[in-house]
């Protein structure tokens, strides 16, 4: 019994320890919890709210800037590059090139001598053909000088007659008053008739030789022409442009020997250039000549070119049905060393779009329609108006404002505006939140400007 009491009160002793143990672990929790609100001044504590809210931030926004444009995508044609003329450069005489002034690219000017051709033969051609000139005209000058002796026994003859028609008359005056014999009158009369033959046989002389002089004279011509058509041979031997353009090819060299009609060089007018497109029948009908159309060359993407459709073929081609169209666009030269400075060449792939570019009108992205505030946002996928909310920019803050604007046709995920947004406003194509009027905004790094557009 005594051992059995012993072991109860050592059995409630050890339970009231381990409560009051309990006890004293769970105390320094409860101080804590009580005095977890009187931690912070009351300052500290509003400030504390305030910096669990959420700030506010303006909305990162795309900005494009309003364009005419057309929601028919226009058939594009692909063609290539030719100048507004070719020329052969070819060689009318046999000869050896002698030299050559240019090489392929090089720019030349009309009348530019180009290459020679040994031209010995010719120059002796010449020469010989100017020697016989010179004795023809010798000869001429003698029977000139025939013509002249002819003359003078004419004027030789025309006396006599005088003198015998005045003997003549004297004798017959004296036989009819019976002075002198009928034999003597009539030798008189015979040497009137005499003086009469020898004069006319002197006008014959002066005819025959003058005829002779003129035959001459026309010789003379002939061998002059022959000079002048060997003096032009002789010129052939000096190749020169008949352009001004570029070399596009040297077909011989110096050393080679040229015979008549063989080409030496291929030259290129590029005051203009051509664009030679072959379209289908079915469009036939939208393109006419005279007709305006835009032109891009991926050897120049930062550029568009607006040519004219100067030839449309009347051969098509039998087995596909496409007709060549021809289209002309200037080809303008900047001063070296500008941005612009290059020229378009031969045989650049050109993109061909005869659309009509005057029936343009505002167009903008679908997106742009439908950014609206919470309150204002509406199905307008069939709707005449719609809300577009437009960029506002007060130094470098930048805010937004609602705006109506009209719809047109909608085609390729993009809508015409009809009324209420002009070409050169900025608009919010896309924004990361909902918008409303007046709200600031961020701008986007792709955001377009309006003044860099």
Request: one cysteine or more; a negative charge.
């Amino acid at each position: 019994m005594p051992v059995k009491f012993s072991v109860t009160k050592y059995t409630a002793r050890s339970q009231n320890s381990a409560r009051f143990s309990h006890w004293l672990l769970f105390l320094p929790v409860l101080l804590l919890i009580s005095s977890g609100c009187n931690l912070l001044p009351p300052g500290d504590a509003q400030s504390e709210s305030e910096a669990s809210r959420p700030q506010e931030k303006s909305l990162s926004v795309d900005i494009a800037v309003a364009s005419l444009g057309s929601l028919e995508k226009d058939t594009e044609y692909v063609g290539t590059t030719f100048p507004v003329r070719e020329v052969s450069l070819r060689s009318r005489i046999e000869g050896q090139i002698l030299d050559m002034t240019v090489d392929v690219g090089n720019r030349v000017e009309q009348d530019q001598v180009l290459a020679r051709i040994d031209d010995s033969i010719s120059a002796s051609t010449v020469r010989e053909a100017e020697a016989e000139v010179a004795a023809l005209q010798s000869e001429v000058a003698s029977l000139e000088a025939d013509v002249n002796d002819a003359r003078a026994q004419v004027e030789q003859a025309q006396l006599e007659l005088k003198q015998a028609q005045s003997d003549a008359a004297r004798t017959n005056l004296l036989f009819e008053q019976g002075a002198i014999s009928e034999q003597e009158a009539e030798l008189d009369r015979t040497a009137v008739g005499t003086a009469e033959q020898r004069l006319r046989s002197a006008q014959q002389q002066v005819a025959n030789r003058s005829s002779a002089v003129v035959a001459a004279q026309r010789r003379v011509a002939a061998q002059e022409a022959l000079v002048a058509q060997e003096q032009q041979r002789q010129s052939f031997t000096v190749l020169t442009s008949p352009v001004t353009g570029s070399v596009l090819e040297r077909v011989l060299e110096p050393g080679d020997l040229a015979q008549p009609g063989d080409e030496v060089l291929r030259l290129g007018d590029f005051s203009q250039i051509q664009v030679q497109v072959q379209i289908s029948e079915l469009e036939l009908a939208r393109v006419r000549v005279g007709q305006m159309a835009q032109v891009q060359l991926d050897a120049l993407p930062e550029q568009t070119f607006t040519g004219e459709v100067t030839q449309i073929s009347l051969a098509a081609d039998a087995t596909a049905r496409l007709i060549p169209v021809e289209v002309t666009i200037p080809n303008r030269e900047y001063p070296k060393g500008t941005l612009r400075d290059r020229r378009i060449g031969r045989g650049l792939l050109a993109r061909v779009n005869f659309g009509q570019q005057n029936n343009q009108s505002v167009v903008i992205p679908e997106t742009a329609v439908q950014v609206a505030s919470e309150g204002a946002k509406q199905n307008n996928s069939q709707s005449d108006t719609a809300t577009i909310f437009t960029l506002k920019r007060e130094g470098k803050q930048a805010t937004v404002a609602a705006r109506q604007v009209k719809l047109g046709d909608r085609a390729n995920s993009q809508v015409e505006i009809l009324s209420g947004l002009k070409p050169g406003e900025e608009f919010v194509v896309a924004s990361s939140g909902n918008l409303r009027d007046g709200d600031s905004v961020r701008l986007s790094f792709i955001s377009e400007s309006a003044s860099e557009s």
